[in-house]
């Protein structure tokens, strides 16, 4: 684009200065004809009136080269116009065309990096929270299990000790039982003895008693027998 500018300027200074140069080629072969005629007439002639010929001939040719300069000046002006209004078309369109593509590239880019994210950050979080499920699940069956053994073995403590104490209990018991009823044999044989051998010293009092009676009434033989 910047090169076909500058052909195009190229361009329109070769044609500026061409058309300047044919222009100032003519007035100066006017300016010389006249300029010659002028000198021929003027030695005849005095310094005024010399004077008001090139003042004459000064006029016609600024004028001639301002009005040819002008024109060259406004197809120059058209032409760059024209020339810098296609461009600024041209880049315009082409630069809405690139910003169009862009921004479609970018729309489409940011959606897929949007939905991988997404896609990764749903991954990551079902994961995690697997993950804790799992941790949780494990915790709370360890967590069940540590409380059942120690509620077992608390309650193994626990049976052991009252079978202690019952048995204990019950030893004693027996033990005190036992006592009473050996005491109380005791004292009821001791008591049965007692009067077995007072009922057998009365027996025999009694039966030596009637002995001594049977003497005394002169029962010898049944005394003896």
Known sequence: MGYFFYFLKEEINNIETSELFDAKEEIHNIETSELFDAK??????????????????????????????????????????????????????ELFDAKEEINNIETSELFDAKEE????????????????NNIETSELFDAKEEINNIETSELFDAKEEINNI???????????????????????????NNIETSELFNAKEENKINGIHCFLNGNQSTFYT
């Open 40 to 93: 021929e007439e003027i030695h005849n002639i005095d310094t005024s009136e010399l004077f008001d010929a090139k003042e004459e001939i000064h006029n016609i040719e600024t004028s001639e080269l301002f009005d040819a300069k002008e024109e060259i000046n406004n197809i120059e002006t058209s032409e760059l116009f024209d020339a810098k209004e296609e461009i600024n078309n041209i880049e315009t369109s």
């Open 117 to 132: 994210i997404h896609n990764i950050e749903t991954s990551e979080l079902f994961d995690a929270k697997e993950e804790i």
């Open 166 to 192: 019952e048995t204990s209990e019950l030893f004693d018991a027996k033990e005190k039982i036992n006592n009473i009823e050996t005491s109380e044999l005791f004292d009821a044989k001791e008591e049965i």
